[in-house]
Nanobody
Framework: QVQLVESGGGLVQAGGSLRLSCVAS????????IGWFRQAPGKEREFVAAIRWSGGSTYYADSVKGRFTISRDNAKNTVYLQANSLKPEDADDYYC????????????????WGKGTLVTVSS
């Protein structure tokens, strides 16, 4: 299996930035897609961004395009989400997830999940 551990969440003022990290261990990630998702209380889990480990193709939700950047560090088995120009509506629990078979934009197709890291945005 793949184990995922997120970090980097915290409290930031609107307009500020955070860098979230997702450290993966276990199986080789060469065939995996790693995604970031977020969920606020009472709301459905939402796709944020994804990256294919092999090749590095990236995908973004329209709501974060131009503000968030997903990247990977192969040597560290880590995926990052650089979140800039944060808005109050970005405040959520952020989860990273991994899967070989994916449907970009859908959390239901992800196989492995981290426990999440909380992002709070104050106005």
């Amino acid at each position: 299996q793949v184990q995922l551990v997120e970090s980097g969440g915290g409290l930031v003022q609107a307009g500020g930035s955070l860098r979230l990290s997702c450290v993966a261990s276990g199986r080789t990630l060469s065939s995996y897609t790693i995604g970031w998702f977020r969920q606020a209380p009472g709301k459905e889990r939402e796709f944020v961004a994804a990256i294919r480990w092999s090749g590095g193709s990236t995908y973004y939700a329209d709501s974060v395009k131009g503000r968030f950047t997903i990247s990977r560090d192969n040597a560290k088995n880590t995926v990052y989400l650089q979140a800039n120009s944060l808005k109050p509506e970005d405040a959520d629990d952020y989860y990273c997830a991994a899967s070989v078979k994916v449907r970009i934009g859908s959390w239901r197709h992800m196989e492995y999940w981290g426990k999440g890291t909380l992002v709070t945005v104050s106005s």
